[in-house]
């Protein structure tokens, strides 16, 4: 019987590591479109040069924005943000060298700056070259990830989280809600507010497009609203 339960008990650990390993690889980001680097899987926009993931990003020294040690240069961009008569937060004004979190997230992805566009690229002298079909001169120029810097159409981003109408769900101490959707406040103070980051998770697809949850039945959106 002990045997049994042994055979038992190695069978479950060999499933349990081969899912661990299979969840590993679906989140790492070197398998992700967020690798822009050479060894990265999409031809549409990456480096012809540049080997190192995290450095498009992130640099471990002389951050030009301290948190998250933020490596990308400042986007030219103002934006637009959405509007509307209903809504009950508060929202900035935000330009590409707005503290909001978002700003990081659309130096890529509102096409005015390339992607290449780094602060520090120890040990080379120039920026990585970006080429590929959905960019122009490194600057993403086409496809759906491209949302510009009119924003007017995409779900309200750097507004604060107002849950006194109560159609919202309450976030706990640490801004997360549903234990899911991150908040962020704006250089570490002031209200929680939503960011891109707040529905995204820019390290891992496993919920492609890069999502924090499933939005199979919308399940990502009824985190937060209330309906
Ligand atoms: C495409 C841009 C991008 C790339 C590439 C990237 N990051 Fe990030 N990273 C971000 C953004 C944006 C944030 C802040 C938003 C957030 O935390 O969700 C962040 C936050 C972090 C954080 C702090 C919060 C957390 O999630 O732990 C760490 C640590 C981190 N990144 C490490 C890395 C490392 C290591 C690499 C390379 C293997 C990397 N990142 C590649 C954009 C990127
Ligand atoms: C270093 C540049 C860079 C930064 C910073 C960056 N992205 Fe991206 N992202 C890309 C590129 C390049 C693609 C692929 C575009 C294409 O192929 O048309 C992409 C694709 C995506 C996609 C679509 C994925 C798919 O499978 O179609 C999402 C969603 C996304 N990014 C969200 C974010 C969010 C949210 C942030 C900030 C937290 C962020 N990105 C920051 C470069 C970046
Ligand atoms: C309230 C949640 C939420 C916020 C905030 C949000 N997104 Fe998304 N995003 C989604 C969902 C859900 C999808 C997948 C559905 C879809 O493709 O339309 C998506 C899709 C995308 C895509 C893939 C292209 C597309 O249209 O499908 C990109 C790129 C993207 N988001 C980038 C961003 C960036 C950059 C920000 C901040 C400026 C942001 N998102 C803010 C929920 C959000
Ligand atoms: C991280 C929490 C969060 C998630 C997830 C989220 N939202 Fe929102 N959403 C908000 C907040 C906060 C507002 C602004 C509400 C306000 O101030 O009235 C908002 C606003 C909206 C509005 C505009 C409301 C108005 O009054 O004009 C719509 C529509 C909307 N969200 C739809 C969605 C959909 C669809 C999804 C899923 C794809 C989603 N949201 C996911 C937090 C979220």
């Known amino acids: 019987m002990k045997r049994i339960l042994a055979l038992v008990a190695t069978g479950l650990l060999v499933i349990l590591l081969a899912s661990t390993t299979v969840l590993a690889v679906a989140g790492a980001i070197a398998n992700t479109k967020h690798n822009l680097a050479t060894s990265g899987p999409n031809a549409d926009a990456k480096s012809t040069d540049e080997d190192e993931i995290c450095v498009f990003c992130h640099t471990p020294h002389n951050a030009r924005?301290?948190?998250?040690?933020?490596?990308?240069?400042?986007?030219?961009?103002?934006?637009?943000?959405?509007?509307?008569?209903?809504?009950?937060?508060?929202?900035?004004?935000?330009?590409?060298?707005?503290?909001n979190i978002?700003?990081?997230?659309?130096?890529?992805?509102?096409?005015?700056?390339?992607?290449g566009a780094v602060v520090n690229n120890y040990p080379d002298a120039t920026d990585p070259t970006i080429t590929g079909s959905h960019t122009t001169a490194g600057k993403l120029s086409s496809g759906r990830a491209l949302l510009g810097i009119d924003l007017t159409n995409d779900h309200p981003i750097a507004i604060t989280y107002n849950t006194t109408p109560g159609d919202l769900v309450a976030?706990?101490?640490?801004?997360?809600?549903?234990?899911t959707c991150q908040l962020f406040k704006t250089g570490g103070t002031g209200e929680w507010k939503v960011e891109c980051a707040s529905c995204h998770s820019v390290h891992n697809n496993t919920y492609a497009p890069f999502l924090r949850a499933s939005n199979a039945g919308s399940a990502l959106c009824l985190k937060c609203h209330i309906k």
């Open 171 to 179: 976030p706990d101490a640490n801004g997360l809600v549903a234990s």
């Open 65 to 99: 924005v301290a948190v998250p040690l933020w490596n990308r240069d400042a986007s030219p961009a103002t934006y637009t943000t959405y509007t509307s008569s209903t809504i009950d937060g508060t929202r900035d004004t935000i330009t590409g060298s707005s503290p």
């Open 102 to 115: 978002s700003v990081l997230c659309l130096s890529c992805h509102d096409g005015a700056i390339s992607l």
